[in-house]
């Protein structure tokens, strides 16, 4: 069984920085894309960043255009989020997840799921 385990995850102020980390137990799973997906508490988990693991394909939800950066290292079996301008609405447990299916926006498409890591944004 497949397992992502996200770090990273922090306090910090409006206005700074983060780097989400999620590291793979396996490499020759048939990934085809990986993401980051967020719940605030009392919300509905939301997509974030996602982008094909071959390269050359990522999306954005809108609410983080421009400020956060999803990449990854295939050497290190690794993807990032780079989490810049943080805006206290950005808190929230983030999630790593792969799917083997296309690339994707919706967290149903998505097989694994790493265990969240707490990201907290005061003002």
């Known amino acids: 069984q497949v397992q992502l385990v996200e770090s990273g995850g922090g306090l910090v102020q409006a206005g700074g920085s983060l780097r989400l980390s999620c590291v793979a137990s396996e490499r020759t799973f048939n990934r085809r894309a990986m993401g980051w997906f967020r719940q605030a508490p009392g919300k509905e988990r939301e997509f974030v960043a996602t982008m094909r693991w071959s390269g050359g394909l990522s999306y954005y939800a809108d609410s983080v255009k421009g400020r956060f950066t999803i990449s990854r290292d295939i050497a290190k079996n690794t993807v990032y989020l780079q989490m810049n301008s943080l805006k206290p609405e950005d808190t929230a447990v983030y999630y790593c997840?792969?799917?083997?299916?296309?690339?994707?926006?919706?967290?149903?498409?998505?097989?694994?799921w790493g265990q969240g890591t707490q990201v907290t944004v005061s003002s």
């Open positions: 997840a792969a799917t083997t299916r296309s690339i994707n926006v919706v967290s149903t498409e998505y097989d694994y």
